[in-house]
């Protein structure tokens, strides 16, 4: 069959081909992403797809069955995989390099028994392997390590093994004897994700990719993967901190609501199972200003943040804001409503604000904790350490009502709290059986009332 060599522009971004340069991408609005490929394609090649066509069926004569899943080790894995790894699934585990995605995965196909599991590594060798085997301390006699990156042989090994899973370490290493480009670019990376896509289908074997991000924080290659795979997992969190957090972002066969959090050890990576004791300070008995605590949800998992700020006077003239784990336009307005309704003069002072444990919060709720963080290090008044805050502040000061407070009001009663700020009629039509004392506040000039005077 004769082949044909082309070349085919593509959008480092999103995947958009194009037969010429383009300075903009009609598809994803980027500047400057498009790169050179060549591409290798087949006469007669679309002929050969209609081999093995499947008949069209009624949609009343489908039958529903449950899919069959495999267990994982780690519990907060299987949490975001919504149960365990699906049969024939193809499922992308992304993140920052170094922030633990291998160490994830081999200490859990470790602890796995009675299944023939293959790991492919594309980046490092199998000593290197061994020795952080090692350092976790399991060793499995079911794992089969292969250090290759040309996918033929790759699939080579496993028509030889028959492996009853696969992990591919990373998908931006390996490469497609049939695609001229390098490894790592738009047209390989979905080469070989689509190749590994029909073995899992056709073959019924579960298969996981790994995949580096990008200087954006998105999944390198974003479009063509996460439209290719069943279940697109993030693993996240700061190198400089202990905890890592598992979030799923698509996922085909459950929910995109849960998320897993570990703690990064010398043994690998250990499961939080309680990660509101695990974001509070340790020293509660001794109270200081500037320090409010705020009820989160990530998901449908409430948990409780400690929220630190500090406000001084701008030594330097032009005051500073500065951020870290809270999102910095939403401070801005938070501040600047504390100016205009609540008539607090913090224009000419320095506003730090930090978000403990390295964690990155973008829920709406923990802006009431945010804003007495504030005052309270304004005031050099200490907060209550048995005071927690649930609330969205709007533009016009007033206190708006959050998701999920029933769950809230139970996680800060369960940890043994003894008042809660929630939004005016947030309860309302929930049955109140809380021993927890709830007070309901419509706007931020109540909160402070409540707390200060």
Request: aromatic share 6%; charged share 25%; hydrophobic share 40%.
């Amino acid at each position: 069959m004769a082949t044909k060599t082309k070349t085919v522009w593509f959008c480092n971004n999103c995947g958009y081909e194009n037969s010429k340069w383009l300075g903009k991408c009609p598809s994803c609005g980027e500047w400057n992403t498009f790169v050179e490929e060549k591409v290798t394609t087949s006469k007669g090649g679309s002929k050969r797809g209609l081999v093995k066509s499947q008949k069209p069926v009624k949609l009343s004569d489908i039958e529903i069955k449950e899919e069959a899943r495999m267990k994982m080790p780690s519990g907060e894995l299987n949490r975001v995989l919504g149960g365990g790894l699906v049969a024939g699934s193809l499922t992308l585990i992304g993140g920052e390099p170094g922030i633990g995605k291998s160490t994830l995965l081999l200490q859990n196909i470790l602890s796995i028994r009675n299944r023939k599991i293959l790991y492919v590594s594309g980046e490092e060798s199998a000593t290197q392997l061994k020795l952080r085997a090692d350092r976790l301390g399991k060793i499995s006699d079911d794992t089969y390590i292969l250090c290759e990156t040309r996918l033929d042989n790759i699939f080579t090994q496993i028509e030889n093994i028959e492996p009853q899973l696969v992990v591919i370490d990373s998908i931006q290493t390996i490469f497609s004897s049939d695609i001229e480009s390098a490894a790592g670019s738009v047209s390989q990376v979905r080469e070989c994700a689509a190749a590994l896509l029909r073995y899992a289908k056709e073959s019924g074997v579960p298969v996981i990719l790994v995949g580096h991000i990008n200087k954006d924080g998105a999944i390198a290659g974003p479009k063509v993967l996460e439209h290719i795979v069943d279940t697109v997992l993030q693993f996240e969190g700061d190198r400089q901190y202990l905890y890592r957090i598992l979030r799923g972002i698509k996922n085909r066969f459950g929910s995109t609501n849960e998320i897993g959090i570990y703690e990064m050890v010398h043994r690998g990576l250990k499961e939080v199972k309680n990660p509101s004791e695990m974001l509070l300070s340790e020293n509660r008995e001794e109270e200081m200003s500037g320090i409010s605590i705020g009820v989160t949800v990530e998901g449908i998992r409430p948990f409780m943040v400690e929220v630190q700020a500090l406000v001084s006077s701008a030594a330097y003239g032009t005051p500073q804001r500065s951020v870290t784990g809270f999102d910095q336009r939403r401070l801005n307005m938070l501040l600047a409503v504390l100016e205009k309704r609540a008539r607090f003069k913090l224009s000419q002072k320095d506003v730090f604000l930090n978000i403990a444990g390295g964690l990155k919060v973008v829920d709406p709720a923990l802006d009431m904790a945010v804003i007495a963080a504030i005052m309270s290090s304004n005031f050099d008044v200490s907060i209550p350490r048995s005071t927690v805050f649930a609330g969205e502040v709007g533009l016009s000061g007033e206190i708006r009502t959050v998701t999920r407070i029933e769950q809230r009001v139970a996680e800060a009663q369960k940890l043994g709290f003894d008042t809660i700020f929630i939004p005016k009629g947030n309860l309302k039509g929930i049955k109140d059986t809380f021993t927890i004392k709830i007070v309901e506040v419509g706007k931020v000039e109540e909160v402070f009332q409540h707390i200060f005077n």
